[in-house]
């Protein structure tokens, strides 16, 4: 796809690109990645300097919106540049070439080691892998056989994180995330459904520059973007804790830019950087849009309710509940009857108390 | 599972289970209870304006005269955390939705201040309620552990769901989901401990103004 | 001598009904019963908590009548009532219990404890656990006729004591007559010019009555006791000598369980309505008053306060008549503080004051209402209940109080217009 030699200064340099938007850029990513001060150099420095490692990018039950996402920013925007410091060798979306060709690319890829494996999509385990192949091979066997030669593993997506839309109810594929297939790499997770271009390139970024993933949290997401939940970062939130809360699309609470709450916002219970880094470039997000967070960067948000239940709303419409209730009453009906036997028993076997029976014989 | 498959799990067939064990057990006590029934009162009744089973069933909710100075903790404690939870799971938004999304009848809120307040002084009267408990010599003889766990029951979700709105000791969807399970646990067990008055004082009331009723006593 | 736990435990069984098993479902331990009962409140003993006089037969219901109690009853966590917790039982539901109701009008969840403590002595009486000075008056009351062993010389001893003094022939046996006058054995013995002032107010009245010479006796040990079978032969005396005399009116006297034995428990007792009317002197009095068939002249001068036999007020329904009639001769009225419906048990009824074993109790639960009086410092105390009278009268020796007691329809008597001669309407 690329050449492997160059640095990356020298291409930006043919690019139009000063050394001084360069230098802001790894300003702000140093922030954005809560690095310390002084890290905007050293990560300059590196980039500038960077080999431009292998990356290959398996897409496997996926719709390629994460693809997408990332791809939007790709020019006239900053976030492209790093598609120039890495060596993009296989990307069925992205690549020129096709059929063999790709599938020689990749195997030359895979041959030399070491690579960074991006995967966006599920992996359908049931009848034997049969429902996602590429070249005739199942998903499963090409995950197992990328993730061997990898370096590091990037789970592009909810969908490669946590299973997402095809893992949901009732899950006919078998489908599974990469975690759970491959166990012995680490395996950065970036949900979203599709992630922020940002968080990616930010991920990135930080492994070129410290040849390790960022700190992850226990769903192994980069806690730098994922640390805290939209809730706690969301611009509406006085009106969530004064108890102002929209009731419907379009209503004056909406209109007026209240809390979505009662429309279904997951924002309370979803972990992403939507509410800060927010989408296009900082141009909005779906809060600030006037619908609720759908929780997409978090497993089974397809399954969590529905995206218009508030989440003191029940998940499920009750089921059992109106049975139980029938079924409660036949059991009281059932006592009461029992107990209706035993009254008459004792009323009919009463015998008129007499003096005598006021005291004992002993 | 994580923790928000586990919260989902809670809102979704913790849920239904719940709330199916709930009417099980409330329906089949409430038949069981009063399908006793109760004999006919053959002597002449006294009609007296304000004396009936309807009236006692109101009426009782306040204090009986002289009662309010020798047990204020009892009546001031109780009216307070009775009426707090009143407020707090009837008058709160997203507990309006939930019951909109049962029943179909909803309801406007408070705002969440207010309720912030309540939840407050609800934690706190039932506290004073339990050190009474505790500490008076009648209530302490009387108390059983079924007592205690019905207090334990009742403070668990107050406390919980102030904690989650509130946003401290756990993160956000773990303290939902132990509030959901304290509500859901509180609803298991109402109809088996002393709890079930809630559906009981009224049929105790009525019985009482009744029978007294009868004889023109407005008790 | 064939009392038997399963006696008892049969009895109690039919007994438990809904109400009951509403009221044991109800009770939040909250104590507040306690605090409305003077047993409790004058000795600070909890264990005199009136639901607590309940707990065998709560534990009876909840096996017999639950499917969780059947369930733990099998499972041995719930233990059968036994014997000797019922005799354990017997100073909770007997010597400490009057019946004055003061708990079923305070329990915040509307438990009526009373009823329930009334039919807990079913049970409690044929398993052999009723004290021995309430069997005796049982026995007395019906094998003679009442509890105090008088009989009908004793009353026709008084009768003509009362022609004697008011030159009023007494009736008996009247066919027809508009009243029927019971007499409690109490006032036959102590207090007979209660007699004396019932023929001059129905003089004054113009109306006619009569005493029975088969039912006379208006107490009934069988209330007391808590034994309906044995109620229903009591109250059967009165029930048969009205609907014989086939008079209108059966007027129970001054007396409180005797009052709820006939109006209230007599129809289910013998099960079915009464062809009668049932009234208490008092409710009588104050008709006559309200018809203007009372006429009174001159009122006392001294500080009266009156004290509300409970089973008369709280249990029985009459509680502005006697104010009525003491607004009418007495100047200066004063009332006790939670007087009428909420007025402080003097500690005799429910067959207290017949049981010595009690004595001492009674006589510490009596400072309640030595309290009660102490609040508004009466000259004299009058109130409608032979019994009431004489538990206070013994209460106020104990505790060294001077305080005359005297019975009202003596009192409204002593101030009847003097009866014109020829009839009510003078001329």
């Given at each position: 796809?690329?050449?492997?030699?160059?640095?990356?200064?020298?291409?930006?340099?043919?690019?139009?690109?000063?050394?001084?938007?360069?230098?802001?850029?790894?300003?702000?990513?140093?922030?954005?990645?809560?690095?310390?001060?002084?890290?905007?150099?050293?990560?300059?420095?590196?980039?500038?300097?960077?080999?431009?490692?292998?990356?290959?990018?398996?897409?496997?039950?996926?719709?390629?919106?994460?693809?997408?996402?990332?791809?939007?920013?790709?020019?006239?925007?900053?976030?492209?540049?790093?598609?120039?410091?890495?060596?993009?060798?296989?990307?069925?979306?992205?690549?020129?070439?096709?059929?063999?060709?790709?599938?020689?690319?990749?195997?030359?890829?895979?041959?030399?080691?070491?690579?960074?494996?991006?995967?966006?999509?599920?992996?359908?385990?049931?009848?034997?892998?049969?429902?996602?192949?590429?070249?005739?091979?199942?998903?499963?066997?090409?995950?197992?056989?990328?993730?061997?030669?990898?370096?590091?593993?990037?789970?592009?997506?909810?969908?490669?994180?946590?299973?997402?839309?095809?893992?949901?109810?009732?899950?006919?594929?078998?489908?599974?995330?990469?975690?759970?297939?491959?166990?012995?790499?680490?395996?950065?997770?970036?949900?979203?459904?599709?992630?922020?271009?940002?968080?990616?390139?930010?991920?990135?970024?930080?492994?070129?520059?410290?040849?390790?993933?960022?700190?992850?949290?226990?769903?192994?997401?980069?806690?730098?973007?994922?640390?805290?939940?939209?809730?706690?970062?969301?611009?509406?939130?006085?009106?969530?804790?004064?108890?102002?809360?929209?009731?419907?699309?379009?209503?004056?609470?909406?209109?007026?830019?209240?809390?979505?709450?009662?429309?279904?916002?997951?924002?309370?219970?979803?972990?992403?950087?939507?509410?800060?880094?927010?989408?296009?470039?900082?141009?909005?997000?779906?809060?600030?849009?006037?619908?609720?967070?759908?929780?997409?960067?978090?497993?089974?948000?397809?399954?969590?309710?529905?995206?218009?239940?508030?989440?003191?709303?029940?998940?499920?419409?009750?089921?059992?509940?109106?049975?139980?209730?029938?079924?409660?009453?036949?059991?009281?009906?059932?006592?009461?009857?029992?107990?209706?036997?035993?009254?008459?028993?004792?009323?009919?076997?009463?015998?008129?108390?007499?003096?005598?029976?006021?005291?004992?014989?002993? | 599972?994580?923790?928000?498959?586990?919260?989902?799990?809670?809102?979704?067939?913790?849920?239904?289970?719940?709330?199916?064990?709930?009417?099980?057990?409330?329906?089949?006590?409430?038949?069981?209870?009063?399908?006793?029934?109760?004999?006919?009162?053959?002597?002449?009744?006294?009609?007296?304006?304000?004396?009936?089973?309807?009236?006692t069933?109101?009426r009782r909710s306040l204090p009986p005269a002289g009662m309010l100075k020798r047990s204020p903790v009892s009546y001031f404690g109780g009216y307070l955390f009775h009426l707090?939870?009143?407020?707090?799971?009837?008058?709160?938004?997203?507990?309006?939705?939930?019951?909109?999304?049962?029943?179909?009848?909803?309801?406007?809120?408070?705002?969440?201040?207010?309720?912030?307040?309540?939840?407050?002084?609800?934690?706190?009267a039932?506290?004073v309620v339990l050190v009474d408990r505790m500490t008076k010599p009648v209530k302490r003889y009387l108390s059983?552990?079924?007592d205690?766990?019905?207090?334990?029951?009742?403070?668990?979700?107050?406390?919980?769901?102030?904690?989650?709105?509130?946003?401290?000791?756990?993160?956000?969807?773990?303290?939902?989901?132990?509030?959901?399970?304290?509500?859901?646990?509180?609803?298991?067990?109402?109809?088996?401990?002393?709890?079930?008055h809630?559906?009981?004082t009224?049929?105790s009331r009525?019985?009482n103004?009744?029978?007294n009723?009868?004889?023109?006593v407005a008790i | 001598?064939?009392?038997?736990?399963?006696?008892?435990?049969?009895?109690?069984?039919?007994?438990?009904?809904?109400?009951?098993?509403?009221y044991?479902?109800s009770c939040v331990h909250c104590g507040l019963c306690a605090e409305a009962c003077l047993f409790y409140t004058e000795t600070g003993d909890p264990k005199y908590t009136p639901i607590h006089k309940l707990?065998?037969?709560?534990?009876?219901?909840?096996?017999?009548?639950?499917?969780?109690?059947?369930?733990?009853?099998?499972?041995?966590?719930?233990?059968?009532?036994?014997?000797?917790?019922?005799?354990?039982?017997?100073?909770l539901?007997?010597?400490s219990c009057t019946l004055c109701g003061r708990c079923s009008a305070v329990c915040p969840v509307g438990n009526d404890i009373v009823?329930?403590v009334?039919?807990?002595?079913?049970?409690?009486?044929?398993?052999?656990?009723?004290?021995?000075?309430?069997?005796?008056?049982?026995?007395?009351?019906?094998?003679?006729?009442?509890?105090?062993?008088?009989?009908?010389?004793?009353?026709?001893?008084?009768?003509?004591?009362?022609?004697?003094?008011?030159?009023?022939?007494?009736?008996?046996?009247?066919?027809?007559?508009?009243?029927?006058?019971?007499?409690?054995?109490?006032?036959?013995?102590?207090?007979?010019?209660?007699?004396?002032?019932?023929?001059?107010?129905?003089?004054?009245?113009?109306?006619?009555?009569?005493?029975?010479?088969?039912?006379?006796?208006?107490?009934?040990?069988?209330?007391?006791?808590?034994?309906?079978?044995?109620?229903?032969?009591?109250?059967?005396?009165?029930?048969?000598?009205?609907?014989?005399?086939?008079?209108?009116?059966?007027?129970?006297?001054?007396?409180?369980?005797?009052?709820?034995?006939?109006?209230?428990?007599?129809?289910?007792?013998?099960?079915?309505?009464?062809?009668?009317?049932?009234?208490?002197?008092?409710?009588?009095?104050?008709?006559?008053?309200?018809?203007?068939?009372?006429?009174?002249?001159?009122?006392?001068?001294?500080?009266?306060?009156?004290h509300d036999?409970c089973?008369?007020a709280r249990r029985?329904?009459?509680?502005?008549?006697?104010?009525?009639?003491?607004?009418?001769?007495?100047?200066?009225?004063?009332e006790l503080p939670e007087a009428g419906l909420m007025n402080w048990c003097c500690g005799?009824?429910?067959?207290?004051?017949?049981?010595?074993?009690?004595?001492?109790l009674?006589?510490t639960a009596f400072k309640r209402k030595q309290s009660q009086l102490e609040a508004v410092?009466?000259?004299?105390?009058?109130?409608?209940?032979?019994?009431?009278?004489?538990?206070?009268?013994?209460?106020?020796?104990?505790?060294?109080?001077?305080?005359?007691?005297?019975?009202?329809?003596?009192?409204?008597?002593?101030?009847?217009?003097?009866?014109?001669?020829?009839?009510?309407?003078?001329?």
């Open positions: 796809m690329r050449e492997k030699s160059g640095s990356l200064m020298g291409h930006l340099a043919r690019q139009g690109v000063s050394r001084r938007a360069f230098l802001r850029y790894c300003a702000s990513l140093a922030t954005l990645l809560a690095l310390p001060p002084g890290s905007g150099r050293a990560l300059a420095a590196a980039l500038a300097t960077a080999a431009r490692p292998s990356v290959i990018w398996l897409p496997f039950q996926e719709c390629t919106g994460c693809t997408e996402s990332i791809t939007r920013s790709h020019s006239p925007t900053l976030e492209g540049l790093i598609f120039d410091a890495i060596s993009l060798d296989y990307s069925e979306t992205l690549m020129a070439a096709a059929g063999h060709q790709a599938e020689e690319a990749l195997h030359n890829a895979m041959r030399a080691g070491g690579y960074l494996l991006i995967v966006d999509g599920a992996v359908p385990l049931g009848r034997d892998g049969a429902y996602s192949c590429i070249a005739g091979r199942s998903n499963l066997d090409l995950l197992k056989e990328a993730a061997a030669g990898a370096g590091a593993i990037v789970a592009m997506g909810s969908c490669a994180a946590f299973g997402g839309l095809p893992h949901a109810r009732p899950n006919p594929t078998g489908a599974v995330s990469i975690s759970e297939v491959v166990k012995d790499k680490p395996i950065v997770n970036i949900p979203g459904c599709p992630p922020i271009p940002v968080v990616m390139t930010g991920v990135l970024a930080h492994y070129l520059t410290f040849g390790t993933l960022p700190e992850l949290d226990k769903l192994g997401r980069p806690r730098v973007f994922y640390g805290e939940t939209i809730h706690d970062r969301c611009y509406r939130r006085p009106f969530y804790d004064q108890g102002k809360f929209a009731k419907s699309f379009d209503d004056e609470g909406a209109r007026n830019g209240w809390c979505l709450f009662e429309l279904g916002c997951k924002g309370p219970v979803t972990h992403n950087a939507c509410a800060t880094a927010k989408w296009n470039n900082g141009t909005s997000w779906p809060v600030e849009s006037g619908h609720g967070c759908l929780g997409c960067s978090e497993p089974d948000f397809w399954d969590g309710g529905g995206f218009y239940k508030a989440l003191s709303m029940p998940a499920d419409p009750l089921k059992v509940a109106g049975k139980a209730a029938v079924a409660g009453a036949a059991v009281g009906v059932a006592v009461s009857f029992v107990n209706r036997v035993k009254k008459n028993a004792a009323k009919s076997s009463h015998e008129t108390a007499t003096l005598a029976d006021l005291e004992k014989s002993s | 599972m994580t923790d928000i498959q586990l919260l989902t799990w809670a809102r979704g067939q913790g849920l239904d289970l719940a709330v199916a064990a709930f009417l099980f057990a409330v329906f089949w006590r409430l038949i069981e209870i009063y399908s006793l029934g109760r004999k006919q009162d053959l002597a002449a009744p006294r009609l007296v304006a304000g004396a009936s089973g309807w009236h069933v109101l707090g939870l009143a407020m707090v799971v009837l008058l709160f938004a997203p507990h309006i939705k939930l019951i909109e999304s049962l029943t179909g009848v909803s309801w406007p809120g408070l705002p969440s201040q207010f309720i912030d307040l309540a939840t407050v002084v609800t934690l706190a039932l506290v059983t552990s079924g205690w766990l019905a207090w334990l029951v009742t403070f668990l979700p107050v406390l919980t769901g102030w904690l989650a709105v509130r946003h401290l000791l756990l993160p956000y969807p773990t303290m939902l989901t132990v509030h959901i399970l304290s509500a859901e646990l509180l609803l298991v067990m109402l109809p088996f401990t002393k709890l079930f809630a559906f009981t009224f049929g009525w019985y103004g009744t029978v009723g009868h004889k023109g | 001598m064939n009392a038997s736990l399963d006696k008892g435990v049969r009895v109690l069984k039919e007994m438990i009904d809904a109400p009951i098993a509403s044991f479902a707990a065998p037969m709560r534990r009876l219901y909840e096996q017999e009548y639950t499917l969780l109690g059947r369930l733990k009853k099998w499972l041995g966590i719930s233990p059968p009532v036994t014997d000797s917790e019922l005799g354990a039982w017997q100073e539901v007997y010597n009823y329930m009334r039919k807990f002595r079913e049970g409690m009486a044929v398993a052999g656990h009723a004290p021995a000075g309430v069997i005796e008056a049982t026995r007395r009351t019906i094998d003679l006729g009442s509890p105090m062993g008088v009989k009908l010389h004793a009353v026709k001893a008084q009768m003509k004591h009362v022609e004697e003094e008011t030159g009023i022939a007494v009736p008996l046996d009247v066919e027809g007559a508009e009243y029927m006058v019971q007499l409690s054995s109490m006032e036959i013995i102590n207090f007979p010019e209660y007699l004396s002032a019932v023929a001059r107010i129905m003089q004054q009245a113009g109306k006619t009555w009569t005493l029975c010479s088969t039912g006379f006796e208006a107490t009934n040990a069988g209330i007391q006791i808590g034994v309906s079978d044995l109620a229903r032969t009591i109250v059967m005396r009165i029930v048969e000598g009205a609907e014989r005399l086939k008079v209108k009116t059966v007027i129970s006297p001054e007396c409180g369980h005797a009052y709820t034995a006939i109006r209230w428990e007599g129809p289910n007792l013998i099960g079915r309505p009464f062809t009668f009317r049932v009234q208490h002197i008092v409710e009588v009095l104050d008709e006559f008053r309200a018809q203007g068939l009372l006429k009174t002249q001159g009122m006392e001068t001294d500080r009266l306060t009156f036999p089973q008369l029985g329904g009459v509680i502005e008549p006697q104010r009525n009639l003491m607004r009418m001769v007495a100047k200066h009225f004063v005799g009824g429910g067959g207290v004051s017949a049981n010595e074993e009690a004595d001492a009674r006589l410092h009466p000259d004299r105390l009058v109130t409608a209940c032979a019994v009431c009278r004489t538990t206070i009268e013994e209460g106020l020796e104990h505790y060294q109080m001077k305080l005359p007691v005297i019975g009202l329809t003596e009192l409204i008597a002593a101030h009847l217009t003097a009866p014109a001669a020829g009839g009510p309407e003078g001329g």
